[in-house]
């Protein structure tokens, strides 16, 4: 029971294009959805996250766009560079622990 | 500063050894947690711990156990590898005021043969 929904699996853009990595989500008691960021060797990193009391946060190229209504979120990446070619890891926060989706490997060309 | 450190970085089993493996930080954080990495599956939590000589189930905690002896250490142990624990284990803490910004470890690399 996978309880948080994440697509695409994989997703391959040229530089400059804008990445939107979306996931959906059942739960109505989760209260924070983060994104991470996981390099291959490394551990998943956090990269941003929001609250469903907004639906909009940006740091930087990186956005994430949320719909309480429809229970999904996206991420979304401005002017995406090779550098940004990594897995992203939608998640959602309730009771003390996260709950991760299934991760998508995004592969930005020059 | 080393955050959360986990070793060993790789290892294999045969099937029914037993083997822990070390999670440590140095944040002085509450929450640490077990997480397991499959393809197609992303991270599936095992265990978690919300301080010093606590633990709970997660996810997938069958096969495993987990200890939180002293606050800047937690161990994952199993008891009798099988095939189905192949994967990479990835410790993570917390600073107590829940998940909301969890620092990972590098990760530690299991097979099970």
């Known amino acids: 029971q996978q309880q948080v929904k994440q697509s695409p699996q994989s997703l391959i853009v040229q530089k400059g294009g804008i990445p939107i990595i979306n996931c959906a989500y059942e739960?109505?008691?989760?209260?924070?959805f983060p994104w991470y960021q996981q390099f291959p060797g490394k551990g998943p990193a956090l990269l941003i996250a929001?609250?469903?009391?907004?639906s909009e946060k940006k740091e930087g190229r990186f956005t994430i766009s949320f719909n309480k209504s429809a229970k999904q979120f996206s991420l979304h990446i401005m002017d995406s560079q090779p550098g940004d070619s990594a897995t992203y890891f939608c998640?959602?926060?309730?009771?003390?622990?996260?709950?991760f989706g299934t991760g998508t490997r995004l592969t930005i060309i020059p | 500063n080393a955050g959360v450190t986990q070793t060993p970085k790789f290892r294999v089993l045969k099937t029914g050894q037993s083997m822990t493996l070390l999670c440590a930080q140095d944040?002085?954080?509450?929450?640490m947690y077990w997480y397991r990495q499959d393809p197609g599956m992303g991270l599936r939590l095992i265990h978690y711990?919300?301080?010093?000589?606590?633990?709970a189930k997660g996810e997938v905690p069958d096969g495993y156990n987990v200890s939180r002896l002293k606050k800047q250490n937690f161990l994952l142990g199993l008891e009798s590898a099988a095939p189905s624990q192949t994967s990479v284990y990835f410790c993570?803490?917390?600073?107590?005021?829940?998940?909301?910004?969890?620092?990972f470890g590098a990760g530690s690399r299991l097979t099970v043969l």
């Open positions: 711990s919300v301080g010093e000589g606590t633990t």
């Open positions: 929001i609250r469903p009391d907004v």
């Open positions: 998640a959602a926060l309730a009771n003390e622990k996260l709950t």
């Open positions: 993570a803490s917390s600073d107590g005021y829940g998940a909301n910004v969890l620092t």
């Open positions: 739960n109505t008691a989760f209260d924070y």
């Open positions: 944040m002085n954080h509450e929450y």
